[in-house]
T-cell receptor, first 115, second 111 residues
């Protein structure tokens, strides 16, 4: 069974500072990895995904993540935080496609951005 | 046009009641899901349907019964509601590129 661990339930940065949200995964097969963002009172939106192509994945809103197999990590970064980035961020893993496909989510990291 | 729409957005009810949450997607996807998000924001899959057939049932109590009349709809019926059922329930549908599209959630409060 696959799982993800998000280190830090709450990350606080200043506007303009680097954003780093950590995610480590566990999977018995090559994983598909995702980052989703949830703004207050909304559903989740996909930021980016890794599906065994390039290890550095660029997503929306200036976010990117790097798949590191040796470290079983898929950390999310953004060079310069914006106030609008304040939200809950979820890392997720799946094993493959097919009808049994399901995403397993981490417990989320709340990002706050201070002016 | 909302891609995945859930109704109602808020649901407040008494313990022991039976309630339903409806979900519809207009994306033409074959697979739909129900996820439960608890008060600590933890998201857990409940069910998955592919083309009206149940694919995944993650040891959810049988008080929860999903129904898929067609591949665009996946409704969730809950019998004998308990305090612990209070949560936000998200419907989602899956595209062929593995991306999940989520509804905006239904906040269920059981009193």
């Amino acid at each position: 069974a696959q799982s993800v661990t998000q280190l830090g339930s709450h990350v606080s940065v200043s506007e303009g500072a680097l954003v780093l949200l950590r995610c480590n995964y566990s999977s018995s097969v090559p994983p598909y990895l995702f980052w989703y963002v949830q703004y207050p009172n909304q559903g989740l939106q996909l930021l980016l995904k890794y599906t065994s192509a390039a290890t550095l994945v660029k997503g929306i809103n200036g976010f990117e993540a790097e798949f590191k197999k040796s470290e079983t990590s898929f950390h999310l970064t953004k060079p310069s935080a914006h106030m609008s980035d304040a939200a809950e961020y979820f890392c997720a893993v799946s094993d493959s496609g097919g009808s049994n496909y399901k995403l397993t989510f981490g417990k989320g990291t709340l990002l706050t951005v201070n002016p | 046009d909302t891609a995945v729409s859930q109704t109602p957005k808020y649901l407040v009810t008494q313990m022991g009641n039976d309630k339903s949450i409806k979900c519809e997607q207009n994306l033409g996807h074959d697979t739909m899901y129900w996820y439960k998000q608890d008060s600590k924001k933890f998201l857990k899959i409940m069910f998955s349907y592919n083309n009206k057939e149940l694919i995944i049932n993650e040891t959810v109590p049988n008080r929860f019964s999903p129904k898929s009349p067609d591949k665009a709809h996946l409704n969730l019926h809950i019998n004998s509601l308990e305090l612990g059922d209070s949560a936000v329930y998200f419907c989602a549908s899956r595209a062929k590129n593995e991306k999940l599209f989520f509804g905006s959630g239904t906040q269920l409060s059981v009193l």
